[in-house]
């Protein structure tokens, strides 16, 4: 089993900037594929950006050049720094980890932005 953890979220103004986290913990080997995706009030789950063990980064088109994505995988962490942000980035943010093929997914992250 893995457990993940987010923290970051919260209110920020249009234009600004926030940086999320996600630790994973418990069983973490072979975890290959970390990433985060967000949620909107009615509206389907999607793909904000992934990275991999070796560091390939995969971006959604609408953050490309706004958002980074970083890994730490000493201390099991990986990161989300969001500049720039607008208010249809306004969402709940997942950090999902792939073990195996099997995902797991932390509770989420509250991102509001406020234009």
């Known amino acids: 089993q893995v457990q993940l953890v987010e923290s970051g979220g919260g209110l920020v103004q249009a234009g600004g900037s926030l940086k999320l986290s996600c630790t994973a913990s418990?069983?973490?080997?072979?975890?290959?594929?970390m990433g985060w995706y967000r949620q909107a009030p009615g509206k389907q789950r999607e793909l904000v950006a992934i990275?991999?063990?070796?560091?390939?980064?995969n971006y959604a088109d609408s953050v490309k050049g706004r958002f980074t994505i970083s890994r730490d995988n000493a201390k099991n962490t990986v990161y989300l720094q969001m500049n720039s942000l607008k208010s249809e980035d306004t969402g709940v943010y997942y950090c999902?980890?792939?073990?195996?093929?099997?995902?797991?997914w932390g509770q989420g992250t509250q991102v509001t932005v406020s234009s």
């Open positions: 990275i991999t063990s070796g560091g390939s980064t």
């Open positions: 999902k980890a792939e073990q195996l093929l099997m995902p797991y």
């Open positions: 418990g069983r973490l080997f072979n975890i290959n594929t």
